[in-house]
């Protein structure tokens, strides 16, 4: 929930914003809504993946980003995002908690208000960074200056591939898309 919060935030300040019909007409629902991609997610979590996605109040598309980076450690941090999050921590960069409770769920939690917990319902990964994870986040923020709690669900879908320059150095390209429901 911290991240999809964070991802809500900085999309919504510095991104315009789409209206519901403009979603529709989007690309995203071919990637997202593929039969493929839904079929691999277990039914438990299908449907509501399925409704968050056709309902989203707010969706995303962060620019394709390329990082000069190991394929295989950027595959290790996107299945292992708890890693990601203690280095922040340490960097002093974030308060975010992000503590691993199962094989694919994880608590989240920023010590303000905002908790929440992390599903990584699909992912298909492999050494070269072809990767492709959904993720699903359901929390509230209790805090000022609101009166009672905000609750939201997010869904992100991040997708990469990595290529090799002629300088013989290594790149992941990413891309992340968000669906929020709130």
């Not at 394929?71 to 941090?77: A, D, K, N, S, V």
């Not at 409770?101 to 492999?126: I, M, S």
């Not at 960074?129 to 209790?142: D, I, K, P, T, W």
């Not at 669900?153 to 898309?177: K, M």
């Amino acid at each position: 929930f911290i991240l999809f919060l964070f991802f809500f935030l900085f999309f919504f300040f510095f991104f315009k914003q789409k209206t519901a019909y403009e979603i529709y007409q989007c690309d995203w629902s071919s990637d997202v809504c593929s039969s493929d991609l839904l079929a691999s997610i277990s039914p438990k979590h299908r449907r509501l993946v399925h409704h968050i996605v056709h309902n989203a109040t707010v969706y995303r598309r962060l620019p394709t980003c390329m990082v000069d980076c190991h394929p295989e450690l950027f595959t290790h941090l996107a299945q292992n995002p708890e890693v990601m999050v203690a280095i922040w921590r340490e960097m002093g960069l974030s308060q975010v908690q992000l503590t691993r409770t199962g094989p694919n769920t994880f608590n989240l939690r920023d010590g303000a208000g905002t908790t929440g917990q992390l599903f990584l319902v699909e992912q298909k990964c492999d050494e070269y960074a072809q990767n492709r994870l959904v993720m699903l986040a359901e929390g509230s923020y209790e805090g000022k200056p609101l009166h009672r709690p905000v609750k939201a669900q997010c869904v992100l879908l991040l997708r990469s591939g990595s290529v090799v320059e002629t300088n013989g150095r290594r790149y992941v390209a990413a891309r992340l898309d968000t669906f929020i429901r709130v």
